[in-house]
T-cell receptor, first 114, second 111 residues
Framework: DGGITQSPKYLFRKEGQNVTLSCEQN?????MYWYRQDPGQGLRLIYY???????QKGDIAEGYSVSREKKESFPLTVTSAQKNPTAFYLC?????????????FGPGTRLTVT | QKEVEQDPGPLSVPEGAIVSLNCTYS??????FMWYRQYSRKGPELLMY????GNKEDGRFTAQVDKSSKYISLFIRDSQPSDSATYLC???????????FGTGTRLTIIP
Protein backbone atom coordinates (compact mmCIF):
# COMPACT_ATOMS: atom_id res chain seq x y z
CA ASP A 1 0.00 0.00 0.00
CA GLY A 2 1.28 3.44 -0.91
CA GLY A 3 0.97 6.15 1.64
CA ILE A 4 2.41 8.27 4.40
CA THR A 5 3.12 6.94 7.85
CA GLN A 6 3.68 8.97 10.98
CA SER A 7 4.77 7.59 14.27
CA PRO A 8 3.92 7.51 17.03
CA LYS A 9 0.23 8.41 17.01
CA TYR A 10 0.43 9.87 20.52
CA LEU A 11 3.53 11.28 22.15
CA PHE A 12 4.03 12.65 25.64
CA ARG A 13 7.06 14.63 26.75
CA LYS A 14 8.20 16.73 29.65
CA GLU A 15 8.84 20.39 29.12
CA GLY A 16 12.46 21.10 28.19
CA GLN A 17 12.98 17.89 26.22
CA ASN A 18 13.51 17.72 22.49
CA VAL A 19 11.33 15.24 20.62
CA THR A 20 11.50 13.90 17.06
CA LEU A 21 8.42 13.01 15.03
CA SER A 22 8.77 10.50 12.23
CA CYS A 23 7.33 10.81 8.71
CA GLU A 24 7.88 8.27 5.96
CA GLN A 25 6.31 8.08 2.49
CA ASN A 26 6.45 5.48 -0.26
CA UNK A 27 4.62 7.52 -2.89
CA UNK A 28 7.87 8.48 -4.61
CA UNK A 29 7.03 12.13 -3.98
CA UNK A 30 9.77 14.73 -4.15
CA UNK A 31 8.16 17.28 -1.83
CA MET A 32 7.32 16.83 1.85
CA TYR A 33 5.75 19.16 4.38
CA TRP A 34 5.15 19.53 8.10
CA TYR A 35 2.08 21.29 9.44
CA ARG A 36 0.83 22.07 12.87
CA GLN A 37 -2.90 22.08 13.64
CA ASP A 38 -4.40 23.85 16.64
CA PRO A 39 -8.11 24.27 17.38
CA GLY A 40 -9.58 27.19 15.46
CA GLN A 41 -6.36 27.92 13.53
CA GLY A 42 -6.39 25.48 10.67
CA LEU A 43 -3.11 24.07 9.36
CA ARG A 44 0.03 26.13 9.59
CA LEU A 45 3.18 25.27 7.65
CA ILE A 46 6.29 24.61 9.73
CA TYR A 47 8.87 23.42 7.19
CA TYR A 48 8.86 22.00 3.71
CA UNK A 49 11.32 20.26 1.45
CA UNK A 50 11.08 20.07 -2.33
CA UNK A 51 14.12 17.87 -2.81
CA UNK A 52 16.55 15.75 -0.83
CA UNK A 53 19.10 17.70 1.22
CA UNK A 54 17.14 20.93 0.88
CA UNK A 55 14.35 22.45 2.98
CA GLN A 56 12.78 25.83 3.66
CA LYS A 57 11.12 27.46 6.63
CA GLY A 58 7.38 27.78 6.58
CA ASP A 59 5.28 30.30 8.46
CA ILE A 60 6.02 29.06 12.00
CA ALA A 61 9.51 27.47 11.92
CA GLU A 62 10.80 28.89 15.20
CA GLY A 63 11.54 26.14 17.72
CA TYR A 64 11.52 23.37 15.10
CA SER A 65 14.17 21.68 12.98
CA VAL A 66 14.07 19.16 10.13
CA SER A 67 16.35 17.08 7.95
CA ARG A 68 15.86 15.50 4.53
CA GLU A 69 18.61 12.95 4.01
CA LYS A 70 16.39 10.51 2.12
CA LYS A 71 13.56 11.04 -0.33
CA GLU A 72 11.25 8.88 1.76
CA SER A 73 11.85 10.47 5.14
CA PHE A 74 11.34 13.93 6.63
CA PRO A 75 11.65 13.88 10.44
CA LEU A 76 10.65 16.89 12.52
CA THR A 77 12.32 17.78 15.81
CA VAL A 78 10.37 19.88 18.27
CA THR A 79 12.99 21.58 20.40
CA SER A 80 12.74 22.97 23.89
CA ALA A 81 12.74 26.45 22.31
CA GLN A 82 9.22 25.92 20.98
CA LYS A 83 7.02 27.81 23.43
CA ASN A 84 3.74 25.98 22.85
CA PRO A 85 4.60 22.54 21.46
CA THR A 86 1.37 20.75 22.38
CA ALA A 87 -0.49 20.29 19.09
CA PHE A 88 -1.49 17.88 16.35
CA TYR A 89 1.35 17.51 13.82
CA LEU A 90 0.67 16.49 10.24
CA CYS A 91 3.11 15.43 7.58
CA UNK A 92 2.25 15.61 3.88
CA UNK A 93 3.88 14.89 0.55
CA UNK A 94 3.31 15.82 -3.07
CA UNK A 95 4.88 15.75 -6.48
CA UNK A 96 6.65 18.80 -7.84
CA UNK A 97 5.68 21.15 -10.62
CA UNK A 98 2.13 20.57 -11.80
CA UNK A 99 1.51 17.96 -9.09
CA UNK A 100 2.59 20.11 -6.18
CA UNK A 101 -0.93 21.20 -5.30
CA UNK A 102 -2.11 17.66 -4.54
CA UNK A 103 -0.81 17.06 -1.07
CA UNK A 104 -1.44 13.78 0.68
CA PHE A 105 -1.43 13.68 4.45
CA GLY A 106 -0.36 11.17 7.03
CA PRO A 107 -2.52 10.24 10.03
CA GLY A 108 -0.82 12.75 12.32
CA THR A 109 0.97 12.70 15.66
CA ARG A 110 -0.62 14.26 18.71
CA LEU A 111 2.12 15.70 20.91
CA THR A 112 1.44 16.64 24.50
CA VAL A 113 4.10 18.44 26.50
CA THR A 114 3.63 18.93 30.24
CA GLN B 1 -6.45 40.20 5.80
CA LYS B 2 -5.88 36.44 5.75
CA GLU B 3 -5.26 34.85 2.36
CA VAL B 4 -8.08 32.34 2.88
CA GLU B 5 -10.94 32.87 5.31
CA GLN B 6 -13.46 30.24 6.34
CA ASP B 7 -16.37 30.28 8.75
CA PRO B 8 -15.46 27.75 11.48
CA GLY B 9 -19.08 26.84 12.17
CA PRO B 10 -20.09 24.48 13.64
CA LEU B 11 -22.75 23.66 11.07
CA SER B 12 -25.46 21.07 11.71
CA VAL B 13 -27.92 19.93 9.05
CA PRO B 14 -30.41 17.07 8.79
CA GLU B 15 -29.58 14.01 6.72
CA GLY B 16 -30.47 14.42 3.06
CA ALA B 17 -30.11 18.20 3.04
CA ILE B 18 -27.87 20.13 0.67
CA VAL B 19 -24.81 21.50 2.46
CA SER B 20 -23.02 24.66 1.38
CA LEU B 21 -19.53 25.35 2.71
CA ASN B 22 -17.77 28.57 1.79
CA CYS B 23 -14.43 30.34 1.83
CA THR B 24 -13.20 33.69 0.62
CA TYR B 25 -9.76 34.51 -0.66
CA SER B 26 -7.84 37.72 -1.12
CA UNK B 27 -5.26 37.09 -3.87
CA UNK B 28 -6.19 37.13 -7.54
CA UNK B 29 -3.17 35.29 -8.88
CA UNK B 30 -3.65 32.20 -11.02
CA UNK B 31 -4.19 29.41 -8.57
CA UNK B 32 -5.86 26.18 -7.60
CA PHE B 33 -8.40 25.74 -4.84
CA MET B 34 -8.76 22.56 -2.85
CA TRP B 35 -11.24 21.04 -0.46
CA TYR B 36 -10.02 18.60 2.16
CA ARG B 37 -12.13 16.50 4.51
CA GLN B 38 -10.78 15.68 7.94
CA TYR B 39 -12.38 13.21 10.30
CA SER B 40 -11.75 13.61 14.00
CA ARG B 41 -8.16 12.77 15.00
CA LYS B 42 -7.20 11.87 11.42
CA GLY B 43 -5.18 13.50 8.68
CA PRO B 44 -6.99 15.53 6.00
CA GLU B 45 -7.87 13.82 2.73
CA LEU B 46 -8.11 15.64 -0.58
CA LEU B 47 -11.71 15.72 -1.85
CA MET B 48 -11.54 17.95 -4.90
CA TYR B 49 -9.66 20.75 -6.53
CA UNK B 50 -10.58 23.38 -9.11
CA UNK B 51 -8.76 25.93 -11.18
CA UNK B 52 -9.14 29.68 -10.70
CA UNK B 53 -12.72 29.70 -11.86
CA GLY B 54 -15.56 27.36 -12.72
CA ASN B 55 -17.24 24.29 -11.31
CA LYS B 56 -16.21 20.71 -10.78
CA GLU B 57 -18.53 17.87 -9.88
CA ASP B 58 -17.69 14.49 -8.35
CA GLY B 59 -20.62 12.38 -7.26
CA ARG B 60 -22.50 14.20 -4.52
CA PHE B 61 -19.84 16.90 -4.26
CA THR B 62 -19.56 20.09 -6.33
CA ALA B 63 -16.76 22.62 -5.97
CA GLN B 64 -17.36 26.11 -7.32
CA VAL B 65 -15.15 29.17 -7.68
CA ASP B 66 -16.58 32.64 -8.21
CA LYS B 67 -13.63 34.71 -9.36
CA SER B 68 -15.51 38.01 -9.37
CA SER B 69 -16.44 37.79 -5.71
CA LYS B 70 -13.37 35.72 -4.67
CA TYR B 71 -15.64 33.08 -3.21
CA ILE B 72 -15.10 29.32 -3.21
CA SER B 73 -17.82 26.87 -2.29
CA LEU B 74 -18.32 23.17 -1.71
CA PHE B 75 -21.82 21.75 -2.09
CA ILE B 76 -22.77 18.33 -0.75
CA ARG B 77 -26.01 16.86 -2.06
CA ASP B 78 -28.01 14.19 -0.26
CA SER B 79 -25.85 14.61 2.83
CA GLN B 80 -25.10 11.51 4.89
CA PRO B 81 -24.03 11.06 8.53
CA SER B 82 -20.70 9.82 7.17
CA ASP B 83 -20.14 13.32 5.75
CA SER B 84 -19.78 14.62 9.32
CA ALA B 85 -16.25 15.98 9.46
CA THR B 86 -14.25 19.17 9.33
CA TYR B 87 -13.92 20.59 5.81
CA LEU B 88 -10.85 22.66 4.98
CA CYS B 89 -10.50 24.88 1.97
CA UNK B 90 -7.02 25.61 0.67
CA UNK B 91 -5.41 27.76 -1.97
CA UNK B 92 -2.34 26.94 -4.02
CA UNK B 93 -0.58 29.60 -6.06
CA UNK B 94 2.17 28.86 -8.51
CA UNK B 95 5.52 30.33 -7.59
CA UNK B 96 5.76 29.37 -3.94
CA UNK B 97 4.41 25.78 -4.19
CA UNK B 98 2.67 26.02 -0.83
CA UNK B 99 -0.89 25.51 0.30
CA UNK B 100 -2.65 28.12 2.41
CA PHE B 101 -5.49 26.67 4.46
CA GLY B 102 -8.65 28.10 5.89
CA THR B 103 -9.43 27.35 9.51
CA GLY B 104 -11.93 24.60 8.61
CA THR B 105 -15.70 24.25 9.07
CA ARG B 106 -16.96 21.55 11.39
CA LEU B 107 -20.01 19.86 9.84
CA THR B 108 -22.44 17.49 11.54
CA ILE B 109 -25.15 15.62 9.61
CA ILE B 110 -27.99 14.70 11.91
CA PRO B 111 -29.67 11.32 11.15
Amino acid sequence: DGGITQSPKYLFRKEGQNVTLSCEQNLNHDAMYWYRQDPGQGLRLIYYSQIVNDFQKGDIAEGYSVSREKKESFPLTVTSAQKNPTAFYLCASSGRGSGAYEQYFGPGTRLTVT
Amino acid sequence: QKEVEQDPGPLSVPEGAIVSLNCTYSNSAFQYFMWYRQYSRKGPELLMYTYSSGNKEDGRFTAQVDKSSKYISLFIRDSQPSDSATYLCARYSFGNEKLTFGTGTRLTIIP
